[in-house]
């Protein structure tokens, strides 16, 4: 399937200021959310699987589908909608094969080389990045920046034309535009969302600028 990445709302444990996840999860959701996904790096496998069904019943029947960065094993226990995995991660071959044809498979993409190797055929999204500073996520290469994810993008797009490309990192309602403009389908974003005051509101800024980018790129 073809997911729907242009507002993907990240939920850390470690950056949400000690909010209720369910809470959290539907305020992203409610303000235009597209797709939730669970990454938390530091929890117990049971306490990922404990979080991760807290958040499937939160935004069931929503039909903003949940992942689980990186681990396979919570996303099948919690029945999760799927699975995001980085370069060191399970291999997309082996999340297909274990979690089916059905869930949604999404990659990371930071280099070149990555880009002309991203299997086509086993991933639903990609997700470039980090296309600026943030200190969400600890990350020891240096911001792709937007000419960077331009250049990724569309080296991606040579090999399958419909296949989404998100941006994440640094990324915000204020410079939303101008990475859709570069290139992205979407924008992944943490602390936007789940560090702001108002999880709902940022989400429907965040939303509003998104599509306003893709709307002015549909127009050129």
Same mark, same amino acid.
């Given at each position: ?16 200021? $000690? ?36 958040? +499937? ?18 996303? &099948? ?27 949604? +498979? ?43 994810? $331009? ?6 797009? &040579? ?19 101008? +990475? ?35 709307? $002015?790129?549909?127009?050129?």
């Amino acid at each position: 399937m073809i997911p729907d990445i242009r507002c993907y709302a990240i939920l850390d444990p470690e950056h949400c200021r $000690g909010r209720d996840l369910a809470d959290l999860a539907r305020a992203s959701a409610e303000g235009g959310a597209t797709l939730l996904q669970l990454r938390d790096k530091h929890g117990t496998t049971r306490e990922m699987v404990e979080r991760a069904r807290v958040i +499937v019943a939160a935004l069931a029947g929503s039909k903003v589908p949940v992942l689980i960065n990186d681990r396979v094993d919570v996303a &099948l226990a919690a029945r999760a909608d799927g699975v995001h995995v980085g370069q060191d991660d399970m291999s997309p071959q082996d999340v297909r094969r274990l979690m089916g044809p059905d869930a949604i +498979v999404g990659l990371t993409v930071k280099t070149a080389d990555q880009a002309a190797e991203v299997p086509v055929g086993l991933v639903d999204y990609t997700c470039v990045g980090g296309i600026f500073a943030t200190v969400s996520k600890h990350n020891p290469d240096p911001p792709v920046g937007l000419l960077g994810l $331009g250049r990724l993008a569309d080296r991606i797009r &040579l090999k399958r034309r419909d296949l989404p490309v998100g941006a994440i990192a640094g990324i915000r309602a204020d410079n939303a535009e101008e +990475v859709i403009a570069a290139g992205a389908d979407g924008v992944a974003v943490i602390s936007e969302i789940f560090m702001a005051d108002d999880p709902r509101a940022a989400t429907e800024r965040l939303r509003k600028a998104v599509d306003r980018g893709l709307a $002015g790129r549909t127009e050129r």
